[in-house]
C-alpha cells in the first residue's frame, strides 16, 4: 500500500481549519510512523509542503497524488501547490492516512474499503 506506486488521495472538509495548523496533526503522526532519522531526512521536504497550505472552508478539497518519477502533488480544489520529490517521501506522508500508526484506525480501514 505504502510501496512506490500511484497513489491518490483526496479530502472534502466540511469544517474551515487554518493552513497553518495542518502540521499539529500531521507531525505527531509522521514522528510515530518515522524513525527520528527519517524523520531529519525528510524534514527538508516535510517544511516545504507545510508551507503551501491554505486555509480551507467547508466544501474545499485538498489532494495529494504521488506519481513514480515524478513526486507527490499536493493540490488545492484541483490547484496545484507544490510538488515533493521521493518515493520515500510519498511513503511517509501516506502513511499518515494508511501506516501502521495512521491519524485514525477507522478512517485507514474506511479508506482501504473505498478502494
Known sequence: MLS???KRLEISYLVSIKGK???KGAKP????NLSPGEMRRLQDRLD???AVY???KPGDRYSLTYVP???TELALNDRALVNIEGADFAAAYFSIWLGQK????KLKQDLLRSR
Do not use: A, H, S, Y
Open 102 to 105: 495512521p491519524i485514525d484506525q
Open 21 to 23: 495548523d495542518f502540521d
Open 29 to 32: 503522526t509522521l514522528e510515530r
Open 4 to 6: 512506490d506506486v500511484p
Open 54 to 56: 491554505e486555509d480551507v
Open 69 to 71: 518519477g515524478r513526486g
Open 48 to 50: 516545504r509542503i507545510n
